[in-house]
């Protein structure tokens, strides 16, 4: 691999219960603030993904309060 590939940091996607047990919360909340839109979220067919840097970074800026 070339040396520029290996310093890119690429970031896995993770799924809804890798978001709900990394903010401690349950599966439905989070279910609850993708209806509400609260969540930054894409879709990947049926699915939900998410990059935790994203969720990381909306805690940060305080969207989480319900």
Known sequence: MSREYEEMQVEKW?????VAEHL???QDTVRTWIKE???PVYRAGKRYKF???EVDEWVREGKIQE
């Not at 993770?14 to 890798?18: A, K």
């Open 24 to 26: 401690s919360i349950s």
């Open 37 to 39: 839109g609260k969540l």
């Open 51 to 53: 990059k935790i840097s």
């Open 14 to 18: 993770v799924n809804l219960e890798d």
